[in-house]
């Protein structure tokens, strides 16, 4: 079992910055991926970002390049999600995910999920 916990999330105006993290805990080994998931109202789950945490190799949705950087501190087991530039668009509650790939269907623990909300 994989347990997350995230938290950063808040009302920011548009352009401002958000740092989201998610601490990761039980068999983090087991596995390879991190990843930032958002859900809009009405909308379904997307992918935001993804890291291979244990080589550093990160992916990312077109719509955040360029202006979101994830990274990892594995000494503490924790994921982060620097938000730069932020858009109305970008207001979701963004989850992390622990898995084998980027995907949904690969994302095996989710943690409970973090507002974010951009005004304009």
């Known amino acids: 079992q994989v347990q997350l916990v995230e938290s950063g999330g808040g009302l920011v105006q548009a352009g401002g910055s958000l740092r989201l993290s998610c601490a990761a805990s039980?068999?983090?080994?087991?596995?390879?991926?991190m990843g930032w998931f958002r859900q809009a109202p009405g909308k379904e789950r997307e992918f935001v970002a993804g890291?291979?945490?244990?080589?550093?190799?990160?992916y990312y949705a077109d719509s955040v390049k360029g202006r979101f950087t994830i990274s990892s501190d594995n000494t503490k087991n924790t994921v982060y999600l620097q938000m730069n530039s932020l858009k109305p668009d970008d207001t979701a509650v963004y989850y992390c995910?622990?898995?084998?790939?980027?995907?949904?269907?690969?994302?095996?623990?989710w943690g409970q999920g973090t507002q974010v909300t951009v005004s304009s």
């Open positions: 995910a622990a898995g084998s790939g980027w995907t949904i269907n690969e994302s095996d623990y």
């Open positions: 890291i291979r945490w244990r080589i550093g190799l990160t």
């Open positions: 039980g068999r983090t080994f087991s596995r390879n991926v």
